[in-house]
T-cell receptor, first 113, second 115 residues
Framework: ELKVEQNPLFLSMQEGKNYTIYCNYS?????LYWYRQDPGKSLESLFVLLSNGAVKQEGRLMASLDTKARLSTLHITAAVHDLSATYFCAVVFDSNSGYALNFGKGTSLLVTP | GAVVSQHPSWVICKSGTSVKIECRSLDFQATTMFWYRQFPKQSLMLMAT?????????EQGVEKDKFLINHASLTLSTLTVTSAHPEDSSFYICSARRHGGDTQYFGPGTRLTVL
């Protein structure tokens, strides 16, 4: 069964703190994506990770991929309020399906003063 | 580049009516378009994959006679919710993939409320 599991599902953290969101997936994948969604809005692409050991950083967010462990992490450094949003990881399991995405349940992040 | 639009942004309709949602790739040709549905505070669930000029492939549990998908051109796909009911109320998001590419570009979403 194709599964994408994120944890935690809800996260409240103080400004300035660091935290990591985890994304596990059940079987071999071609690629993994991280998206951000603000309330009532569509998805904003953050990162695409294509190979084992891939690491990408943008501002206070850093994403990594371990294909052997089938695990991706999204690390938040020195959180600020503007990072409050829901973060989704998504996995392509079958390129032959046209690169259809399988989403995790999302992590709802709230950064408080 | 790679902008995807959806129309309408939101729609309210009566139970039993049909609603059409358009998804357009504005500055590229999309050989494949995807339709997702998102219920409040939940994840996105893939409904169907459509390739230009061919029938859509529906995910298990999605009624193809209820959710009609047409991908008549390389820049336009439509989703028609037929005989809508309150349980069809949801946020519908499309995405498009250009020919030869693997990145999906997401539209802004359409919020459907069925009374």
């Amino acid at each position: 069964e194709l599964k994408v599991e994120q944890n935690p599902l809800f996260l409240s953290m103080q400004e300035g703190k660091n935290y990591t969101i985890y994304c596990n997936y059940s079987t071999t994948s071609d690629r993994l994506y991280w998206y951000r969604q603000d309330p009532g809005k569509s998805l904003e692409s953050l990162f695409v990770l294509l190979s084992n050991g891939a690491v990408k950083q943008e501002g206070r967010l850093m994403a990594s991929l371990d294909t052997k462990a089938r695990l991706s992490t999204l690390h938040i450094t020195a959180a600020v309020h503007d990072l409050s949003a829901t973060y989704f990881c998504a996995v392509v399991f079958d390129s032959n399906s046209g690169y259809a995405l399988n989403f995790g349940k999302g992590t709802s992040l709230l950064v408080t003063p | 580049g790679a902008v995807v639009s959806q129309h309408p942004s939101w729609v309210i309709c009566k139970s039993g009516t049909s609603v059409k949602i358009e998804c357009r790739s504005l500055d590229f040709q999309a050989t494949t378009m995807f339709w997702y549905r998102q219920f409040p505070k939940q994840s996105l669930m893939l409904m169907a994959t459509s390739n230009e000029g061919s029938k859509a492939t529906y995910e298990q549990g999605v009624e193809k006679d209820k959710f009609l998908i047409n991908h008549a051109s390389l820049t336009l796909s439509t989703l028609t919710v037929t005989s809508a009911h309150p349980e069809d109320s949801s946020f519908y998001i499309c995405s498009a993939r250009r020919h030869g590419g693997d990145t999906q570009y997401f539209g802004p979403g359409t919020r459907l409320t069925v009374l």
